[in-house]
């Protein structure tokens, strides 16, 4: 099964199993080889105009963990059925007010060769204070690039779709 057949599988498995009043709209999927993110909308509170940024941050975060407290029996038990059956570690998310709350999202460990001038970049952020051992200033660097080059991994995923279309209607090995 290609890449893009498994994804539509699982997001169909989920679409078939979530609670239907849970979300306001179908929760976005994000997926890698590890992991499988659900991050779906939920209502905001109602504010009155007289509201300060203060009384809006309050509600919103108790409406946020209100959902996770009253739904988390029923996400384990989607998330064990699910890990089963796509080998992937499943996390949670909503959206809420215009921002995003994750639940207990995955750090998986990524090895890497590195040559003597990259660890010394990576040395340095950690003698900056930046980082505090190799691998979180390499998850830096990373969310970094994530962060001021997503126009250019967008246009990527784009190219690598295309790719696995292109490949997926070609012929039969």
Not at 60 to 86: P, Q
Not at 100 to 112: N, S
Not at 113 to 131: F, P, Q, S
Not at 143 to 157: H, I, K, M, P, T
Request: aromatic share 8%; glycine share 6%.
């Amino acid at each position: 099964m290609g890449e893009h057949e498994e994804r539509e599988k699982i997001i169909g498995w989920f679409v078939g199993r979530l609670p239907g009043d849970w979300f306001a709209a179908r929760p976005v999927f994000r997926m890698d080889r590890d992991e499988i993110l659900l991050v779906g909308e939920i209502d905001s509170p109602t504010f009155e105009d007289s509201d300060s940024d203060a009384v809006k941050a309050a509600a919103i975060e108790s409406k946020v963990d209100g959902f996770r407290k009253a739904t988390r029996r029923r996400r384990i038990e989607i998330a064990k059925e699910a890990e089963r059956l796509f080998e992937r570690k499943v996390s949670w998310g909503v959206a809420c007010g215009g921002d995003e709350y994750l639940f207990a999202t995955l750090a998986a460990p990524a090895m890497t060769r590195l040559r003597m001038d990259e660890r010394r970049v990576l040395d340095t952020l950690i003698d900056a204070g930046v980082a505090r051992s190799r691998s979180e200033a390499l998850a830096w660097c990373v969310r970094l690039v994530g962060a001021n080059e997503s126009e250019w991994l967008s246009n990527l995923d784009q190219a690598l779709e295309a790719v696995r279309q292109a490949r997926s209607h070609g012929p039969a090995v």
